[in-house]
Nanobody, 125 residues
C-alpha cells in the first residue's frame, strides 16, 4: 500500500517562502512521477508542479513558474515543493500525488493514482 504524507504548510506573509515535503511509503517512489496540486475553497484542484521518476524532467503551471521548484530525493522517498515569493492567491490546500507506474510528469489530476491528505498553505497580505 502506498501512502503519501505531506508536511510544511502554514501561515506566511506575502513575499515569504515555504517548503512542502511529501514522504512516501511503498515501492512506487523510484519508478513514479510525482506531482503537486492545490485546491482553494470553491475551486477545482489545479496542477502546480510535477517531476519525473528520475528527477530529470520537471513541469510547472504558468502561475508558479519561476517561483516554485519541485525536487525529489529518491534515497529518502521524499518529494519537495519550494515555494518562494508567495502571494495571497497561493492560499490553498496543497496535495502531493504519485502516478504509480508511470515515470513521466503530467498536469492532469486523473493521471495520478495515489494522493496525500493535503497540507494547508495560507498567505496573508
Amino acid at each position: 500500500q502506498v501512502q503519501l504524507i505531506e508536511a510544511g504548510g502554514g501561515l506566511v506573509q506575502a513575499g515569504g517562502s515555504l517548503r512542502l515535503s511529501c514522504a512516501t511509503s511503498g515501492r512506487t517512489f523510484n519508478t513514479s512521477a510525482m506531482g503537486w496540486f492545490r485546491q482553494a475553497p470553491g475551486k477545482k484542484r489545479e496542477f502546480q508542479a510535477a517531476i519525473s521518476s528520475t528527477g530529470g524532467l520537471t513541469d510547472y503551471a504558468d502561475s508558479v513558474e519561476g517561483r516554485f521548484t519541485i525536487s525529489k530525493d529518491n534515497a529518502k522517498n521524499t518529494v519537495y515543493l519550494q515555494m518562494n515569493s508567495l502571494k495571497p492567491e497561493d492560499t490553498a490546500k496543497y496535495y502531493c500525488a504519485a502516478r504509480g507506474r508511470s515515470r513521466f510528469p503530467s498536469q492532469e489530476a486523473d493521471a495520478y493514482v495515489y494522493w496525500g491528505q493535503g497540507t494547508q498553505v495560507t498567505v496573508s497580505s
